[in-house]
């Protein structure tokens, strides 16, 4: 079945980094976008970044744009979130999940258990 799981959170401090890999199983990675979510406490969750299939296209929300970078390894079936300078606001807990398309259309289907980022001194 369809599985995607995070890891790489745990707790940095303030202006740290951190990379986030998302492993896929039970379906051909190279054929959808992934994106990368986040949900603090008390909070909506919002989508921080997406990555189309080749890895080709890729998007950013406003308040992580030059700190954060997604990237894909389809042969490894991983897709990659690299966070620099991270802020504690960003403290949260982070998800990747499939899309229905290469693309950023169609919505998400499946989603990882998440990790846990705190950002905290």
């Known amino acids: 079945q369809v599985q995607l799981v995070e890891s790489g959170g745990g707790l940095v401090q303030p202006g740290g980094s951190l990379r986030l890999s998302c492993v896929a199983s039970?379906?051909?990675?190279?054929?959808?976008?992934i994106g990368w979510f986040r949900q603090a406490p008390g909070k909506e969750r919002e989508e921080v970044s997406w990555i189309s299939s080749s890895g080709g296209i890729k998007a950013y929300a406003d308040s992580v744009k030059g700190r954060f970078t997604v990237s894909r390894d389809n042969a490894k079936n991983t897709v990659y979130l690299q966070m620099n300078f991270l802020k504690p606001e960003e403290t949260a807990v982070y998800y990747c999940?499939?899309?229905?398309?290469?693309?950023?259309?169609?919505?998400?289907?499946?989603w990882g258990q998440g990790t846990q980022v705190t950002v905290s001194s």
């Open positions: 999940s499939k899309r229905r398309t290469s693309l950023c259309v169609g919505g998400n289907d499946y």
């Open positions: 039970g379906f051909t990675l190279d054929n959808y976008a």
